[in-house]
């Protein structure tokens, strides 16, 4: 069956750069949620999108923006980047017509910051 | 506000033990409570998840939990570990359909399983 797709899987940039990952939601599935999982600690909830429209939004700073798109991939956008944002981005979806509370992850972007 | 108690970061047992990982929750609304996998390097795995109905809910990998809402508790279990258990294991909460179902994450309960 196919999975969430996130790409790159690795990206190493320096302070005050900007990164784009990407996300592509299983098939079908119309709701993308961004989580930030910093080194041994739990993943922590970014933003979320139903539908192409935002649908809510956690500890995300105004750095970071976030967009879904006509074909329901997502793109989380960080600009001025810091030593902090380092960490595993992951992205999962779901789908309002399958257990819609459901969360299928991917197997996240490793973002390092030098 | 929700939350989710992991006790015990860190859990070793032997292979052929039982595996207890202890989830408590805190919440003013019915809950929906998952466990999460993750393997080294690797996304996270859902294993099983309790919505409503059946108290007890089995997973994949021989795991199953028990929803306690006198206890509010979901702790996992499974009878006989296995060499390939050990990972990272996360218990997590949402409100859906009550809210927009982000996922309120546990610390994490690494699991260390001994030949």
């Known amino acids: 069956a196919a999975g969430v797709i996130q790409s790159p899987r690795h990206l190493i940039k320096e302070k005050r750069e900007t990164a784009t990952l990407k996300c592509y939601p299983i098939?079908?599935?119309?709701?993308v949620y961004w989580y930030q999982q910093g080194p041994g600690q739990d993943p922590q909830f970014l933003i979320s999108f139903y539908e192409k429209m935002q649908s809510d939004k956690g500890s995300i700073p105004d750095r970071f923006s976030a967009q879904q798109f006509s074909d329901y991939h997502s793109e989380l956008n960080m600009s001025s980047l810091e030593l902090g944002d380092s960490a595993l981005y992951f992205c999962?979806?779901?789908?309002?017509?399958?257990?819609?509370?459901?969360?299928?992850f991917g197997p996240g972007t490793r973002l390092l910051v030098l | 506000a929700q939350s989710v108690t992991q006790l015990g970061s860190h859990v070793s047992v032997s292979e052929g033990a039982l595996v207890l990982l202890r989830c408590n929750y805190s919440?003013?609304?019915?809950?929906?409570l998952f466990w999460y996998v993750q393997y080294p390097n690797q996304g996270l795995q859902l294993l099983l998840k309790?919505?409503?109905?059946?108290?007890l809910v089995k997973g994949i990998n021989g795991f199953e939990a028990e929803f306690k809402k006198s206890e509010t508790s979901f702790h996992l279990t499974k009878p006989s570990a296995h060499m390939s258990d050990a990972a990272e294991y996360f218990c997590?909460?949402?409100?859906?359909?009550?809210?927009?179902?982000?996922?309120?994450f546990g610390q994490g309960t690494t699991l260390q399983v001994k030949p």
């Open positions: 919440s003013s609304v019915p809950p929906y």
């Open positions: 999962a979806s779901s789908s309002l017509h399958e257990s819609q509370e459901t969360q299928y």
């Open positions: 098939p079908r599935h119309d709701t």
């Open positions: 997590a909460v949402s409100h859906f359909p009550s809210n927009t179902g982000k996922l309120i």
């Open positions: 309790y919505t409503t109905g059946a108290t």
